[in-house]
């Protein structure tokens, strides 16, 4: 493994370790272990001047900035000349060697390093004139910081957010209206946020696909080579092959097999004249460059009936129009049904049961309806939710319309309420599986949150209950104890509020300090003052704490609940310092748990020393540890526990 590569690999494994540690409370390195990585990662960066965002050495300073600012491109960034054609492909290519190369589907950046650091990001934008967005670029995950070359570099890349992590921050948006459409749109909205630390948050990536200038390397006219060293400069390079007219269908058929796997969008290919004299030589028509060529997919489409309509509840109360249809094999899969996401795509649609239409994988992997081929119209709109029998409604937000039931008692809704209540981002209650709160609903033992917490008057009950028993009653009813004792982000989150996820639960307390009266009373205009909130959110917010309903149920939890004082309840006797926490513990029952208490006093706690650390707490002030050497180096105060309790002034 070449020392980028190893790089890399242990800002992954140091990284998850630290994630594990402090989201988790689970140690997968001993402190041996992690500083003996760490010190390796250090000295391996010293060594080939290749720093990563995202390195464990690096301290993060988030930063918002009121606009964007406009920057011309020192050249026009041109569209590609596509085909869904491989002939016309080849033809391309002709007699010369070619690289081909995913097209990602993300937004394109425009990098510049001067002197071995990142200097500028600009978007490519209209293809003239883009935005500046080096403070967002320089949280992107992957992207170096510093690299060894020293002179002027210029290159392209596509930033991208992968399915994995779009699907993740759409699983906490309820609200179908809310959510992002796919990972470009979302990608787009990340890198041009004012706020940085939402980028961060977002998870972008930065793959390089072409070098523009770098000043006194010699390539050996070969793009290939520019694309290798680009490599060696710690840069992750979009996946491509050297291909010929003659081997192109070798490369397009890994390629179609490969796109099925990748957790990336890709929306086709691109190919590359190797050559880089040639390819310069051809120059441009009025709208594409003559050295590369775009190949779109060419979408597998399949016939098919429409059998059936499914309408899917969910715990906002939102049902959604499944299309269920004969199965077709799609991209080397059985197909069967396919989100039609609301009542207005429906429409525009014209769909009705029995009506033939044309189903295709968007980009390969998320199934879609391509037409009606019958148009026969949208009939038998439930007026009644399918899990309940409650009436339904149509509900219109910006000309989309979307079905609602509106019985608040309605299972479906209490179920998919119920399940995020006890999940581990909210009140965290071990055995509460949906299977075990349909049965605890059936036999009238929870009717809202707070009866969780009362099933103790149902003991026996539950202790007879088919599955149950002494130990499974036991194990549950303290895990239930052990719920009692929250904080008020997790609190907020489990609510089940619309659109609102963990994430954005902590924004807002962190923003009101924890003063749950001041939330509750929030306004819109508040709320979307806060970054991350826009107005969707916001509305969504209000509309929750403006129902009675919804207070008194809140109201009867609060009896039973421990709200762990957070900032704006504690004296803030840290403000501003920051602090980083290595070794073992005696006072605190873990990293995690002291991480709190600092950040209740408005203290910062961060992974590793740098000239920005106040105080490293060890207990073993005299270790030899890389975390002690840095501090000593930096003139760090190094503590123990006992001296930093005295440091707050509570003892």
């Not at 937000?397 to 581990?424: G, I």
């Not at 609510?495 to 009373?521: H, T, V, W």
């Not at 403000?575 to 203290?603: C, H, P, W």
Request: with cysteine; glycine share 6%.
């Amino acid at each position: 493994m070449n020392k980028v590569d190893r790089i890399k690999e242990l800002v992954a494994k140091l990284n998850e370790a630290r994630r594990m540690y402090y989201a988790e409370d689970r140690e997968i390195l001993s402190n041996l272990e992690y500083d003996k990585w760490y010190d390796e990662l250090e000295a391996l960066e010293r060594e080939t001047g290749i720093t990563l965002a995202n390195s464990p050495t690096q301290e993060v300073g988030y930063e918002a900035v009121e606009e964007l600012p406009k920057e011309q491109h020192q050249s026009p960034m041109l569209s590609l000349d596509k085909t869904k054609d491989v002939e016309e492909l080849r033809s391309f290519i002709g007699g010369q060697k070619a690289l081909l190369s995913w097209k990602m589907d993300g937004l394109t950046i425009v990098l510049t390093y001067e002197g071995g650091t990142l200097t500028k990001a600009v978007t490519r934008g209209n293809g003239v004139i883009g935005e500046v967005v080096t403070n967002n670029a320089r949280v992107f995950q992957n992207i170096p910081l510093q690299i060894p070359y020293e002179g002027r570099l210029v290159l392209r890349g596509e930033a991208i957010i992968t399915y994995s992590d779009f699907e993740k921050i759409n699983e906490e948006i309820e609200s179908v209206d809310a959510k992002y459409k796919n990972p470009r749109n979302l990608c787009s909205g990340s890198v041009r946020q004012l706020n940085n630390q939402i980028t961060r948050d977002r998870k972008v990536r930065f793959f390089a696909f072409a070098l523009v200038q770098a000043e006194d390397v010699s390539f050996h006219n070969s793009r290939m080579c520019q694309m290798n060293w680009l490599r060696e400069q710690g840069f992750d390079v979009v996946e491509n092959r050297e291909v010929t007219a003659e081997t192109l269908d070798e490369a397009m058929d890994y390629f179609s097999e490969q796109i099925q796997h990748n957790d990336f969008p890709s929306d086709g290919l691109v190919a590359l004249y190797d050559d880089i004299a040639y390819g310069d030589s051809l120059g441009t028509t009025a709208k594409f460059p003559r050295n590369a060529y775009a190949f779109k997919w060419a979408d597998e489409l399949k016939e098919t009936v429409l059998r059936q309509i499914e309408w899917s509840p969910s715990r906002t109360g939102l049902i959604n129009p499944v299309a269920i249809f004969d199965p077709v094999e799609l991209e080397g899969t059985t197909v069967s049904r396919a989100s039609v996401h609301n009542i207005s795509i429906m429409k525009e649609l014209a769909l009705g049961v029995g009506d033939r239409i044309v189903v295709y994988k968007a980009n390969m992997i998320i199934p879609q309806v391509a037409e009606n081929l019958t148009e026969s119209g949208v009939r038998d709109i439930p007026s009644v939710c399918p899990a309940c029998q409650g009436a339904t409604r149509i509900s219109s937000v910006n000309d989309v319309e979307t079905l609602y039931c509106t019985n608040p008692a309605c299972p479906a809704k209490r179920m998919k309420s119920f399940t995020l209540f006890s999940s581990r981002d909210a009140l965290n209650i071990d055995g509460l599986s949906e299977a075990t709160l349909e049965k605890f609903m059936a036999h009238g033992f929870i009717h809202e949150f707070a009866d969780l917490f009362r099933l103790d008057q149902h003991q026996e009950a539950i202790k007879n209950l088919d599955g149950f028993g002494e130990k499974s009653w036991n194990k549950l009813w303290d895990s239930i104890q052990n719920a009692r004792h929250t904080t008020l982000s997790r609190l907020i989150y489990g609510l089940g509020i619309p659109n609102i996820g963990a994430a954005n639960a902590k924004m807002i307390c962190r923003y009101f300090q924890d003063d749950l009266e001041q939330i509750r009373s929030a306004d819109v205009e508040t709320l979307s003052a806060i970054d991350g909130i826009g107005e969707v959110i916001a509305s969504s917010f209000t509309d929750f704490f403006g129902n009675e309903e919804n207070n008194k149920s809140l109201e009867h939890l609060l009896e039973y609940l421990q709200i762990e004082k957070k900032a704006g309840q504690q004296e803030q006797s840290l403000q501003n310092k920051v602090f980083v926490i290595t070794g073992s513990l005696e006072q605190f029952d873990n990293r995690s748990a002291m991480k709190e208490y600092i950040e209740a006093r408005g203290g910062k706690v961060t992974g590793s020393v740098t000239k920005k650390t106040d105080y490293l707490i060890n207990n073993d002030t005299a270790s030899g540890s890389s975390k002690n050497k840095k501090a000593k180096e930096l003139g760090v105060s190094i503590i123990s526990e006992e001296d930093f309790l005295k440091l707050t002034e509570i003892r």
